[in-house]
């Protein structure tokens, strides 16, 4: 009997862009959920605890939103962070931000991770935008995109 393995691999981690052949140069940041991506979970978890908890002060990760991440290669040095995550109704979403510099749960570092956490879970069905800026490696990095919900 003969059996076929498949395997794919995602690096994130060295920063090495293949496709271009020089190991000096980086690649973007892996952003999740990704743009124009549909059906994404509205409960951070899928409505179950999360450890370690990532919620400031020991908050209740079952209750909040999905997750939003930009996340660079592990030696980025990722700084001046700003990010927004915005409703179809065009009001701003009540997050909580973590970063490298300052991440939710000081006991957990991520390196090269930014990620947003709506308070609330969010809206079944609904469209939510992303605005995110840093400083990496000394340099000016902005990305911006949208995602659907699921109906549920």
Request: glycine share 6%; proline share 9%.
């Amino acid at each position: 009997m003969e059996y076929a393995y498949r395997v794919a691999a995602l690096d994130a981690q060295s920063g090495v862009n293949r496709r271009r052949g020089t190991s000096q140069q980086k690649v973007e940041a892996v952003i999740f959920p990704a743009e124009s991506q549909k059906n994404v979970p509205c409960l951070f978890s899928f409505g179950s605890a999360e450890v370690p908890n990532p919620i400031p002060t020991d908050g209740d990760s079952r209750s909040a939103g999905y997750p939003v991440t930009a996340t660079f290669y592990e030696r980025a040095h990722v700084k001046e962070v700003q990010a927004t995550l915005t409703g179809n109704d065009g009001k701003e979403t009540p997050a909580w931000l973590s970063t490298p510099a300052q991440p939710s749960n000081r006991s957990v570092p991520q390196p090269g991770t930014i990620c947003l956490i709506a308070k609330r879970p969010l809206r079944p069905g609904a469209r939510y935008s992303v605005s995110i800026s840093a400083t990496v490696n000394g340099v000016p990095w902005q990305r911006s995109w949208s995602f659907t919900t699921a109906a549920n």
